[in-house]
């Protein structure tokens, strides 16, 4: 599939006579290469992609950035690491209590580390308060689930921007409380749905936007990321601090339905426990069987016989929906939008996380017709 990033990202393809192509460049894992600024222009910067003759050019950002990153040492830090170096910006200080944080070499060798929250606190405020420049713009958040409020709080009281990581909140009370606080700063949180920018999933909201059926689509959704027993021995297996499965490892997928099938109208839950979920939910336009896993033995044998420990699948009407690639420059994306103006702000995650916090909540109800056939395996219970 190729789609024209200037369509849907601040990208545009140029040519030499100036013209608009069609490329599949971020498709193809190809990424930008930033050409140091001249002297005296520190905040004009251009990137360049070259392909085929043709050059990508960055609009809709002016400046560098200032940021700093709570969560270093977490399993999704090193990607906003590289969206943050992609996009042209400078990672100037980074907080997490473990100090196995040897990436930030790979990315910002020069950037203040803390272990200490209190004195990353104190090293972010001194900045606010010289000002000379070195105030920090954006802070992205990468720690655990149920620090997420805490660090945006901290974030939009301390002057900037926040980039958090899914799930935003674990409850949907929470969304309301952090709307006021920018409302007070004057402060913005973006959140990370990368979903909505994959280009499979993007031609497939545009499908049924087109289509307009009268009848609902019907969708099975199964996603199996196999964990081993050190994750139950983590925050990721406390559903207090994580919010339990279908919270930890569903969330971007319950909003991608969301996005493309319209408002929620029935969460029934099938099967919930500390390491799988399952369950059954009605849109707008379509109805959705939907499986989540960490358990290996939830791959298809087949599969699992070649020594594939991850199985990610979605139908729409029995057709599958390909988009097993492109997922790796997603963040790259994400960040482009953000500091274009155009982010996900927090109203765009309520949905999501009324739907996890309805899961976690209920009660699991008999299997029936419109339970996932993965249900149907022995091994399940």
Same mark, same amino acid.
């Given at each position: ?60 950002? =002016? ?23 992609? =996009? ?126 009268? =009848? ?166």
């Amino acid at each position: 599939m190729s789609f024209c990033v200037g369509r849907i990202f601040p990208w545009e393809a140029v040519t030499q006579k100036g013209g608009c192509q069609v490329s599949s460049a971020w498709q193809q894992g190809q990424h930008p290469s930033w050409k140091t600024p001249r002297r005296g222009t520190r905040h004009r910067w251009h990137i360049h992609l070259r392909l085929q003759g043709r050059s990508l050019r960055r609009t809709g950002i =002016t400046s560098m950035k200032n940021f700093a990153l709570i969560g270093a040492a977490g399993y999704i830090a090193p990607r906003h690491m590289q969206a943050i170096k992609a =996009t042209g910006n400078m990672l100037l200080a980074a907080f997490d209590p473990n100090d196995s944080v040897g990436i930030i070499d790979s990315h910002f060798p020069n950037a203040d580390f803390f272990t200490e929250f209190e004195r990353f606190d104190r090293h972010v405020d001194m900045r606010r308060r010289a000002r000379n420049g070195g105030q920090i713009d954006y802070v992205a958040i990468c720690s655990p689930n149920y620090l997420h409020d805490s660090h945006m709080r901290f974030a939009l009281r301390s002057g900037a921007h926040a980039i958090c990581e899914k799930p935003v909140v674990l409850n949907p009370w929470n969304i309301d409380g952090l709307e006021e606080i920018e409302q007070e700063t004057g402060r913005k949180i973006n959140t990370i749905l990368q979903l909505r920018l994959h280009p499979a999933i993007i031609a497939l909201r545009d499908k049924v936007a087109r289509e307009r059926r009268s =009848t609902k689509y019907e969708v099975e959704l199964a996603y199996v990321t196999s964990r081993g027993h050190w994750y139950l021995q983590s925050w990721k297996g406390d559903q207090k601090k994580s919010g339990g499965i279908a919270t930890n490892i569903g969330v971007h997928f319950f909003d991608m339905l969301h996005h493309i099938f319209g408002k929620l109208q029935s969460n029934v839950v099938h099967l919930s426990n500390d390491t799988k979920a399952a369950g059954y939910l009605e849109y707008e336009h379509a109805r959705v069987r939907w499986f989540l896993s960490v358990d290996v033995e939830d791959v298809p044998a087949a599969l699992r016989d070649t020594g594939l420990r991850t199985y990610r699948s979605i139908t729409v009407d029995g057709d599958e929906i390909e988009f097993s690639g492109g997922f790796t420059d997603l963040h790259d994306r994400s960040y482009v939008e953000i500091l274009a103006g155009r982010g996900f702000g927090l109203e765009e995650c309520r949905t999501a996380i009324e739907t996890v916090a309805a899961i976690r909540g209920g009660k699991p109800m008999s299997r029936d017709v419109d339970s996932h056939p993965f249900l149907a395996r022995k091994k399940i219970a």
